[in-house]
């Protein structure tokens, strides 16, 4: 079944020059720390834009500008995707304290960007699971304002009782 809305509904607009992008996303597309850290991090003076301190939030960087965090120089992080199959008794998560393996654990050592997986497949369910650093990507699909219909496949073993189907269809 088709989904409801394809996932590019109207072109990307380009940036201008001018635009730049946002201090605070440009720190966090680098896979330092989220968007708010590096607010924190702004806000006291550990990041500097072309050897000029920066503690205004909402500071634009532009493409040729060299950004340093901590003295450091960052860069931006480049977009990873992961298609995989997920293997039962994985849980879908980056960390968990009571789960065994995690699907962190399938990449580990095999991709060192910061990825995260999209969506969520239960221990016991296998199937397609993408994993990816691109958060707006990530929220186009999955996103609290996604509208993008969802469409899963079940087995189930032995003979399923009509009046439980109406319950899936809901």
């Not at 789960?99 to 995260?116: D, F, N, Q």
Request: with cysteine; hydrophobic share 35%; proline share 5%.
């Amino acid at each position: 079944k088709p989904a409801s809305k394809p996932l590019a509904t109207k072109p990307a607009r380009q940036k201008s020059q001018d635009e730049g992008i946002r201090l605070n996303k440009y720190i966090a597309n680098s896979g330092i720390c989220s968007r708010r850290e590096a607010d924190s991090y702004i806000t006291a003076g550990l990041v500097s834009i072309n050897g000029v301190t920066v503690t205004e939030l909402g500071t634009k960087v532009q493409p040729n500008d060299q950004v340093r965090f901590n003295g450091e120089r960052i860069k931006n992080e480049q977009k990873v995707y992961i298609l995989m199959n997920k293997p039962k008794d994985f849980v879908t998560t980056l960390s968990d304290p009571h789960a065994e393996k995690t699907v962190m654990h399938l990449v580990e050592g095999k991709c060192s960007a910061r990825v995260y997986p999209v969506g969520r497949l239960d221990k016991a369910t296998t199937g397609v699971l993408l994993l990816t650093n691109d958060g707006e990507f990530m929220n186009m699909l999955v996103g609290p304002n996604s509208d993008l219909e969802k469409e899963y496949l079940a087995r189930v073993e032995g003979i399923f009782p009509k009046e439980k189907l109406a319950e899936l269809n809901r």
